[in-house]
């Protein structure tokens, strides 16, 4: 199972963000037109995962292993949610935002299939993940106090058996310890 997270961070994460100059360019004047009109980190959060919800979405059929740039998969608006948390992570750097992106896990330990993002707020970890638009939150705050209930709809959640079929074995896969942490941090230590 280790050797599976590791090759997934070395395949998935690394090369997510090795763009060249001109791609890099693009996206730093995205980010800056998405988050023109606002005023605080957290309503930048807010724009930037509406944008990547709005625009990226899972298609059927297609390779969640094609190994395409982030402003590709923005340009084709085909992505899973590790390629979703990963431009949200890309665009929020360039907002001096810290970010890393989070393996989800289940009860068990083993790997679930969904990948989120968080973003520091100066005090804690907040859930950023633009599949589902869950937001504001920490894992923290779900483990004490929120059910499925209280978490927006999607789409996704509606067309995918394993949120249907199973939604409170879903939700806890939000409050167990992840297995994969990879940060992005535009912040000096």
Known sequence: MRLFIIAFVLLFCSSAFALDQQEESILAGLSNCITKQCKSDETRVYALMEFVHDRVKPKEGEDPYKQISDLERIQTG?????????????????????????????????????????????????????????????????????????????FFRQKFPLIKDRPDEWLRCYINEPQIIFEYNPLPN
């Open 78 to 154: 085909v992505g899973w949610c590790n390629h979703q948390a990963k431009i949200f992570m890309h665009l929020a750097y360039y907002q001096e935002i810290k970010t890393r992106l989070i393996y989800l896990m289940n009860d068990d330990g083993t790997a679930s299939p969904h990948t989120i993002a968080e973003w520091w707020n100066g005090k804690e970890w907040i859930i950023a993940d633009p599949l589902f638009m869950i937001y504001g939150i920490s894992r923290e705050e779900i483990r004490q106090s929120v059910g499925w209930d209280d978490i927006p709809y999607s």
